[in-house]
């Protein structure tokens, strides 16, 4: 049923295609946008998309130090990153203000002390120091100004311990501390006036040594560079179906698959009315109806192609119905996508992360996804299409539309044959081992679809289903 379901929003006019074309090949080695990564030779790690964002915007290496590990999957089930001074924590489907985090580290590693210091209060004893009755603590003096103007809030959280001393293993002494529950202060008055006057505690590597995971992500990861990718185009789209490509493209652009996380396209957001998206036809079981999220498809099948010319482990995939315009330059590479019953699905078997842009370019109608990650010598060939078992489409279907104006007809697909297809993915790996993936299609044939107005006449021979409701 989900296939017949899955037979194309279409929400415009469907024209017979061009020749095929040879499978695209897996690219070559390109550079990662500058602006969306950093590599540190000196840890040998990567920070890039919306954690470099994050990590600029509060103060780089000054703040977090540098980067222990790629992005991982940490014991906790989070996507993480450890730094010497803190750990981020991204969550990919939360809002985009919100999906960069700091890990409470500072009330993790302090969790259970009784010190006096650490002992809830009702007021502050000071009028000079601000009193903070969310976490029963206050803030003043050097540690104050720092907390205000390194990030406050958003990376330190609130004072979870007054100012006390105690001993500070980086310096060898006793030192002027305060906990905060993403952080820890400390004091160098030999250092006053000047930028390290106030020191951040490495609490990013006292958490890595309790994250086995972590411990094993610590190698030297290689610089980022280009995977995959895939293009298709869009002209002839209807606006709407536009719209849904440039919105379902906004939320997977910037997405983050850490290595051996396994992406889901029905799961990396909301395509709904109250996210953006419009309604568009869609021939559902035989006839015409309105759906939300014309145009994922074109969008699904972009991101396969992509994966597959990454050499990325496919593990769901289900194809169209029947032969569609907008990607038959290959036919039979294709990705159908239904809420919520129909999913495309891709593990990251890399060493690495793989980073994921997203463009639709609106002057030259074309959708295309970029993959980076750590490469690990793979390469990507395709044979094929190959094509057996040709079936003729049958009589044309006509269907009333009250809506339509007076005498009007309007041909909304043209009729395509059924096909088998089978085009082969073989990978080739650093080692010399192959893979063999098949992917296997069987399209049916697709009919002639009208829609008529009042006052017409289907001609003689045509299929007449109910009308619209």
């Not at 038959?328 to 078997?349: C, E, H, L, Q, S």
């Not at 639709?360 to 980076?372: G, I, K, S, Y």
């Not at 269907?399 to 043209?414: E, I, K, N, S």
Request: include cysteine; proline fraction near 8%.
């Amino acid at each position: 049923m989900y296939r017949w379901l899955l037979a194309l929003v279409i929400g415009l006019i469907l024209v017979p295609s061009s020749a095929l074309a040879a499978p695209p090949q897996a690219p070559g080695s390109q550079a990662f946008p500058t602006s969306s990564v950093v590599y540190f030779p000196e840890t040998g790690h990567n920070v890039a998309m919306q954690l470099k964002r994050f990590f600029d915007a509060y103060g780089g290496v000054a703040t977090f130090g540098m980067p222990l590990t790629e992005l991982i999957v940490g014991t906790d089930g989070l996507q993480v990153q450890y730094f010497e001074r803190a750990r981020l924590e991204l969550r990919p489907t939360a809002p985009p203000d919100a999906r960069v985090t700091v890990t409470r580290a500072g009330a993790l590693l302090s969790e259970g002390r009784s010190d006096p210091a650490f002992a809830w209060l009702v007021a502050s004893p000071d009028p000079e120091r601000t009193f903070f009755p969310e976490s029963g603590h206050t803030l003043g003096g050097a540690f104050g100004w720092f907390w205000q103007t390194r990030g406050g809030l958003p990376i330190f959280g609130y004072p979870i311990s007054e100012e006390f001393y105690e001993y500070d293993p980086d310096s060898g002494q006793e030192r002027l501390v305060q906990y905060f529950e993403r952080a820890r202060f400390v004091y160098y008055p030999e250092h006053m006036g000047a930028d390290n006057e106030v020191m951040l505690s490495p609490l990013g590597r006292q958490l890595l040594q309790r994250d086995p995971l972590a411990l094993a992500a610590t190698a030297p990861a290689r610089p980022i560079t280009l995977l995959g990718e895939a293009s298709t185009g869009f002209s002839t789209s209807s606006t709407s179906r536009v719209t849904n490509i440039q919105r379902a493209t906004a939320l997977i652009d910037g997405y983050v698959v850490p290595a051996g996380a396994e992406f889901s396209f029905i799961s990396i957001g909301d395509f709904s009315e109250a996210n953006g998206f419009v309604d568009g036809y869609a021939i559902v079981g035989g006839r015409l109806e309105k759906v939300i999220g014309g145009g994922l498809c074109q969008v699904s099948t972009t991101l396969f192609r992509a994966v597959s010319n990454a050499g990325l482990n496919v593990t769901r995939r289900v194809p169209h119905s029947h032969i569609v315009y907008f990607y038959d330059d290959v036919i039979g590479f294709d990705a159908t996508v239904f809420v919520p019953g129909v999913d495309f699905r891709w593990r990251n078997d890399t060493r690495g992360p793989v980073y994921i842009i997203g463009i639709v370019d609106l002057n030259r109608e074309r959708l295309t996804f970029q993959l980076f990650g750590e490469g690990d010598g793979r390469t990507v060939r395709y044979e094929g299409p190959f094509k057996a078992n040709w079936t003729q489409p049958g009589p044309p279907v006509w269907q009333f539309d009250p809506g339509l104006p007076r005498g009007a007809v309007r041909q909304l697909v043209h009729g395509r044959p059924g096909v088998d297809v089978t085009l082969r993915r073989i990978i080739t790996f650093a080692n010399g081992q192959t893979r063999v993936d098949p992917y296997i299609t069987r399209y049916t044939p697709w009919e002639d679809f009208y829609l008529y107005g009042p006052g017409v006449t289907p001609p003689r021979g045509a299929r007449v289903i109910a009308p619209r409701n």
